[in-house]
């Protein structure tokens, strides 16, 4: 257990450090370790929410969230996120879609982070139809899905830097309590409480290591640094899980 709560702070410290919550490799990390896959996502999003919560404050305190286009985005995806986390999946499916979501996150964070800035785009308007897929698919793995999103939106100029990495924060953090309402009412009590004897330790741990990440992205680590960090972690995590299979 010690191993797993130290990956677990070590992945909220580069994750929180990028403006995401680390959803997808908690998940990959718990499945590693042999956690039953059905409350994986339980433990997962509960982590994601502790440490998104805070950017998520900070940046509307900063002026820096778009509140209009952030609430568009994230009204369509979290109903979509609920049926996902209620859609009941065997676990091969699970596992097959949580590491190639792994490999496809450890490429979007190669992405530069001026992509975004700039007039928005033509493809920039398509986003709130991209946006209920992308909260779907969120649900049924287990995460908040900002991951996928803000490349979208950097690739489409859907705005600047700091408010798109604001608009991923709000949607990991309401796409992660939605889906795991729907996680809870598709597992029951009981699993939510098997869920719990296993999380706490790794929900202390995130909350811990997300303030820590927030401030070595503000006072001492160059950005590119923590995301080539986060993208070799995630890629390997990701690798691993799927050639466990």
Not at 156 to 172: D, G, M, P, Q
């Amino acid at each position: 257990m010690i191993w797993l709560i130290a990956a677990f702070f070590l992945t909220a410290l580069l994750y929180a450090s990028v403006g995401f919550g680390g959803g997808s490799t908690y998940n990959a990390l718990l499945a590693l370790s042999g956690v039953d896959y059905r409350i994986l996502p339980l433990i997962a999003l509960s982590c994601n929410i502790v440490v998104v919560a805070g950017s998520t404050v900070r940046f509307a305190r900063a002026g820096v969230l778009p509140w209009r286009g952030a609430l568009l985005l994230t009204a369509l995806a979290a109903p979509a996120a609920f049926l996902g986390g209620f859609t009941p999946v065997g676990e091969m499916t699970f596992l097959t879609l949580l590491g190639a979501s792994l490999v496809v996150t450890a490429l979007t964070m190669l992405l530069p982070l001026g992509v975004g800035e700039g007039k928005p785009g033509r493809a920039a308007k398509f986003m709130p139809v991209v946006a209920v897929p992308l909260g779907y698919l969120a649900g049924v793995v287990g995460i908040g899905g900002g991951i996928f999103l803000a490349p979208f939106l950097h690739l489409t100029r859907w705005n600047e830097a700091r408010a798109i990495a604001a608009t991923a924060s709000l949607f990991i953090l309401v796409n992660s309590l939605f889906g795991l309402a729907g996680q809870i009412m598709k597992g029951g009590e009981g699993r939510f409480l098997a869920a719990f004897d296993v999380g706490l330790p790794l929900i202390v741990a995130v909350a811990v290591a997300g303030q820590i990440g927030s401030l070595l992205a503000l006072k001492v680590l160059p950005q590119r640094w923590i995301r080539w960090g986060t993208a070799a972690l995630t890629a390997w995590v990701g690798a691993r899980l799927l050639f466990a299979m």
